[in-house]
C-alpha cells in the first residue's frame, strides 16, 4: 500500500464547476500537507499549504484537511479552463512523499 | 527574479551511456532537491542537499545514481550506464530552508529534465 494515493483521473468538468480533489494517507507522522498544481511539461508549483486540521481558503481555492480520517481535499470553486492541469497532494512528517497526482480538464 | 533552472531540456541516450543532469538553484537557497517523475507517477524522492550537510541519499534507486552540488549552488545529477527504465523527467527543486523548518519552506521546482533511454 501507498503512503499516500491519490485517484489519477483524468477528471474533466465544464467551465465554472466546483472540483473536488482528494487523497487518504496511512502514515499519521504527516503533519504538513501541500496541493501543487503542475502544467504541462513545466514543474509543480506550490498553490496551497496547511499545517493542521480545517480548512484554508486562498481565493477559488480551499484545502481541507482532516487527520482523524487521514484525508485531504482540495476545492476549486467557479473552475476556469485555466485550470487545467496536473494536481499533486504532498505531505511531510520527515519525508516529502507526493501523490500520484489527478489530471484535471475544464472544459470552456 | 530568476527561478530554478534545468540544463539539458531533453536529453536521449543509449542504454549503457552515462548522463550528467544540471540544476541551477535560486540564489540563496540552501535547501536542493532531486526528484524523478515518471509517466502516469508522482514525484518521486532522489536526494536533498542541506547546505554544507552530508545529502540524504535515501531516495536514490540504485548505485548508478550519483548526486554533487558544488559550492552549495549548482547541483549535477548522474546516472552511470542508464538502462531503459530511467527514462523519466528529473525535476530540481530548491527552498531556502528545508519543508518542516519554517514558514518560509516553499519549493520552487524547475521545469525539469526529460530524459530517454533507448
Known amino acids: 500500500q501507498k503512503e499516500v494515493e491519490q485517484d489519477p483521473g483524468p477528471l474533466s468538468v465544464p467551465e465554472g464547476a466546483i472540483v473536488s480533489l482528494n487523497c487518504t494517507y496511512s502514515?499519521?507522522?504527516?503533519?504538513?500537507f501541500m496541493w501543487y498544481r503542475q502544467y504541462s511539461r513545466k514543474g509543480p508549483e506550490l498553490l496551497m499549504y496547511?499545517?493542521?486540521?480545517g480548512n484554508k481558503e486562498d481565493g477559488r481555492f480551499t484545502a481541507q484537511v482532516d487527520k482523524s480520517s487521514k484525508y485531504i481535499s482540495l476545492f476549486i470553486r467557479d473552475s476556469q479552463p485555466s485550470d487545467s492541469a496536473t494536481y499533486l497532494c504532498?505531505?511531510?512528517?520527515?519525508?516529502?512523499?507526493f501523490g500520484q497526482g489527478t489530471e484535471l480538464s475544464v472544459k470552456p | 527574479g530568476a527561478g530554478v533552472s534545468q540544463s539539458p531540456s531533453n536529453k536521449v541516450t543509449e542504454k549503457g551511456k552515462d548522463v550528467e543532469l544540471r540544476c541551477d538553484p535560486i540564489?540563496?537557497?540552501?535547501?536542493l532537491y532531486w526528484y524523478r517523475q515518471s509517466l502516469g507517477q508522482g514525484l518521486e524522492f532522489l536526494i536533498y542537499?542541506?547546505?554544507?550537510?552530508?545529502?540524504?541519499k535515501s531516495g536514490l534507486p540504485s548505485d548508478r545514481f550519483s548526486a554533487e552540488r558544488t559550492g552549495g549552488s549548482v547541483s549535477t545529477l548522474t546516472i552511470q550506464r542508464t538502462q531503459q527504465e530511467d527514462s523519466a523527467v528529473y525535476l530540481c527543486?530548491?527552498?531556502?530552508?528545508?519543508?518542516?523548518?519554517?514558514?518560509?519552506?516553499?519549493?520552487?521546482f524547475g521545469p525539469g529534465t526529460r530524459l530517454t533511454v533507448l
Open positions: 527543486a530548491s527552498s531556502l530552508y528545508h519543508v518542516g523548518t519554517s514558514s518560509d519552506d516553499t519549493q520552487y
Open positions: 502514515n499519521s507522522a504527516f503533519q504538513y
Open positions: 496547511t499545517y493542521s486540521s
Open positions: 504532498a505531505m511531510y512528517g520527515g519525508k516529502l512523499i
Open positions: 540564489s540563496g537557497h540552501t535547501a
Open positions: 542537499f542541506q547546505g554544507n550537510s552530508a545529502p540524504d
